[in-house]
């Protein structure tokens, strides 16, 4: 069985966020969650938080209030861009000029199974 959990709009680059998902595709939840918090990386609460929640609605499905996370296995993980439309700024440039910049935000999404056969290998962009 297969449950999701989804954070969007958060305020990370999708590059900096996909980087820490690369590490624990595969694994098991505990392990995983053993792994994020030495990371060195700004956004490890939030995939911590996206792992524990995808857990927690794996145990909702199956009935079990307290799921063994070792038996629990992250069958994908990944992070796309978000839109930039809303956090559009304008920093001031020399002779009055504007220069603009962007923040950027992402998407993060988090499938566990209970089976660990159904693990995805990493997607890499522009290989055939």
């Given at each position: 069985m297969e449950a999701s959990s989804k954070a969007k709009f958060q305020r990370y680059g999708s590059r900096k966020v996909r980087f820490l998902l690369d590490l624990v595709r595969g694994k098991s939840v505990k392990a995983s969650l053993g792994i994020v918090p030495f990371s060195g990386l700004?956004?490890?609460?939030?995939?911590?938080?996206?792992?524990?929640?995808?857990?927690?609605?794996?145990?909702?499905?199956?009935?079990?209030?307290?799921?063994?996370?070792?038996?629990?296995?992250?069958?994908?993980?990944?992070?796309?861009?978000?839109?930039?439309?809303?956090?559009?700024?304008?920093?001031?440039?020399?002779?009055?000029?504007?220069?603009?910049?962007?923040?950027?935000?992402c998407h993060l999404t988090v499938i566990v199974s209970d089976e660990k056969k159904g693990a995805k290998a990493p997607v890499k962009g522009g290989q055939k």
């Open positions: 700004r956004c490890s609460d939030l995939v911590q938080k996206t792992i524990n929640s995808a857990a927690a609605n794996l145990g909702v499905k199956t009935g079990n209030k307290n799921p063994d996370l070792s038996k629990i296995y992250i069958k994908e993980a990944f992070s796309t861009q978000g839109p930039m439309k809303h956090l559009k700024r304008v920093q001031p440039g020399p002779q009055g000029r504007a220069m603009p910049y962007k923040k950027s935000v």
